[in-house]
């Protein structure tokens, strides 16, 4: 049975076969699409740049301890070098004169005779000259104080590589300034001054160093009298640098050497007498650790001053400068600083022009000088700044002035009194004052506010005040020679548009004061008798007005007033202030 199934089954098959070979129909089959919209999704991945990884620079370890009043200038804000280039400038040249009567001029220019991005050759001039009339009280042959100096520079920059910088410059001045006179019914101190300094400094893997030398020469001339003023020649070589000691660390060293000529002049004390003729040294050594990080800055060095005829041999100051800024709204420093000072004729004549042209100095030493300082802000615009110190300063230069019963001059031997310890010898032929070394000691306190709004106005105040004592010779702020006890000073700037600018401001130093001695009898042997004594010397109210207007990005014209509530004081020399004065003029860049 079950062979007759499979036969069966076999025969169906082919049947089914032999009927499909002729089926050749075509069948058309309809549908319907419909089409079916899907929301939008936002990628949520967006482009981003990819920089290539760089290692932050961080600005060079500095500190700026010397403050000055800016002046009305024409000098452009340069953009800054790149690579191996200087900072260009759109400007070649400047020239800027202001005058204002009786006599007060101010002129200066300067030019770029070289101006390339590699090389920059710059000549450059300045006159100040100041003409006023006499106090009625000051009763001399000559009706007005005249006061003149010009100079004029070479300033050469060279950019070597791409981490090489070569500077040199070569400046001149002459100046002539009027004394007051005992002996002499008119004297006019003439002096000139040359300075030359060149400075190679460069960097390579970690390490940057310079190498800089420097000339100088002060010296007073020869007037119509016998007598030979004294003169000074200064030789300088300055070595420094620093390496990496971590990514945020530096070790430091530099290294001074001065030499200074003083010339043979004559001798006050006794007039056939010649000084000078010898020489004296400075070394410095200045090794510190700086670090820089995120929140706070240190410096952590000494100064080690090494003198040769001139004193005491070893001296030692701290150089430490700390400083904490959590925010940029709160900042803390403190540093304590020192070392020798070199008093140079130079340096005096930058105190006070109106020297004893006969005197030399031996050098100052400051042991240690505290300061720390406190700013708050700047918040919205505004800051308060609180600021003080204490310091001692050893044999610094004090004026002095003197009056004696015998010739209108005085002379004598060293004599201590109180920390005061006169120079080895001291003669007076002229009224003006003469500096004595003191050992000074005291402190200064001070606070500051100021205010910004906008570009449209900028108010600022401060008041400081020192320690200093006028019964006591050695009490005060070594820094202030006219031992004022009270300082305050103001500012108000208004901008009602960007080219014009309208400045007021204010200075007042109170209690300003010169020591006076005086010898009662005539000398006994070396035992003289002395009488000290403040001399008050004015107070300082010093009301300016000025305004600026620039008319065209290379003109601007300017005026400014001072001393304009003509309040006559006695500046440092026993010369009388000028009354009103000021400049009227106009700057002009090319």
Not at 32 to 61: H, S, W
Not at 208 to 221: P, W
Not at 310 to 319: E, L, S, T, W, Y
Not at 487 to 501: A, D, I, K, N
Request: with cysteine; charged share 20%.
């Amino acid at each position: 049975m079950e062979f007759k199934y499979i036969l069966a089954s076999l025969a169906t098959v082919a049947a089914i076969g032999a009927s499909a070979q002729g089926l050749h129909q075509e069948i058309d089959v309809e549908r319907e699409i419909v089409p079916v919209e899907r929301d939008a999704t936002r990628i949520n991945t967006l482009p981003t740049l990819v920089l290539p990884p760089i290692t932050p620079a961080r600005l060079p370890f500095s500190e700026r301890v010397v403050t000055a009043r800016v002046p009305n200038s024409a000098s452009p804000l340069d953009p800054t070098a790149y690579g191996d280039t200087l900072a260009p400038s759109p400007w070649r040249g400047y020239a800027a004169l202001g005058i204002f009567p009786l006599y007060n001029v101010d002129f200066s220019a300067g030019y770029r005779i070289l101006d390339t991005s590699r090389s920059r050759l710059s000549l450059w001039t300045q006159y100040d000259g100041r003409v006023y009339s006499k106090d009625r009280g000051e009763n001399y042959d000559t009706r007005y104080w005249r006061d003149h100096t010009v100079s004029a520079g070479l300033d050469y920059d060279q950019k070597i590589g791409r981490k090489s910088f070569l500077d040199a410059s070569l400046n001149y001045t002459f100046s002539s300034h009027t004394l007051t006179p005992v002996y002499r019914h008119h004297y006019q101190l003439e002096a000139d001054r040359v300075n030359f300094n060149a400075a190679y400094r460069s960097r390579a893997e970690g390490l940057t160093y310079r190498i800089a030398a420097r000339y100088s020469h002060f010296g007073y001339c020869k007037q119509d009298m016998e007598w030979t003023p004294a003169k000074q020649n200064l030789f300088g070589l300055d070595l420094g640098g620093k390496i990496k000691a971590g990514e945020t660390s530096w070790v430091k060293l530099d290294a001074d050497i001065a030499v200074l000529s003083t010339s043979k002049h004559t001798n006050c004390m006794e007039p056939t007498a010649i000084d000078g003729g010898e020489s004296s040294g400075l070394l410095t050594l200045s090794p510190a650790y700086l670090y820089t990080g995120k929140n706070f800055d240190a410096r952590l060095g000494a100064r080690l001053n090494v003198s040769f005829n001139d004193g005491n041999v070893f001296h030692v100051a701290p150089d430490v400068l700390l400083g904490w800024h959590p925010s940029s709204y709160f900042a803390l420093s403190l540093s304590a600083t020192g070392g020798v000072v070199m008093n140079t004729l130079a340096s005096v004549n930058d105190i006070t022009p109106y020297c004893d042209p006969f005197s030399v100095y031996g050098s100052s030493h400051v042991p240690y000088d505290f300061n720390g300082t406190i700013t708050i802000g700047p918040f919205r615009g505004g800051y308060l700044q609180f600021f003080g110190g204490y310091a001692r300063a050893n044999n610094w230069l004090m004026p002095f002035s003197t009056t004696t019963p015998f010739n209108g001059g005085l002379m004598f031997s060293g004599v201590d009194i109180n920390g005061w310890k006169p120079a080895p010898s001291i003669g007076l032929l002229y009224d003006e004052s003469l500096f004595n070394g003191v050992d000074m000691k005291g402190w200064h306190v001070g606070v500051a506010v100021g205010y910004d709004y906008r570009d449209l106005f900028s108010i600022s105040l401060r008041y400081e005040t020192a320690a200093h004592d006028n019964r006591a010779v050695d009490k005060g702020y070594y820094l202030w020679r006219d031992r004022a006890r009270h300082v305050f000073s103001g500012e108000l700037t208004v901008r009602p548009v960007s080219q014009f600018e309208i400045t007021a401001g204010m200075e007042w130093r109170c209690g300003r004061n010169m020591i006076d001695y005086k010898i009662t009898d005539m000398p006994v042997g070396n035992s003289p008798s002395l009488l000290l004594w403040p001399v008050d010397l004015g107070n300082v109210s010093n009301l300016t007005l000025g305004a600026s207007y620039a008319f065209t990005p290379s003109l601007t014209f300017f005026i400014r007033g001072e001393n304009l509530l003509n309040h006559r004081h006695i500046i440092l020399g026993d010369r009388i202030s000028q009354g009103i004065t000021g400049l009227l003029g106009a700057s002009y860049k090319f």
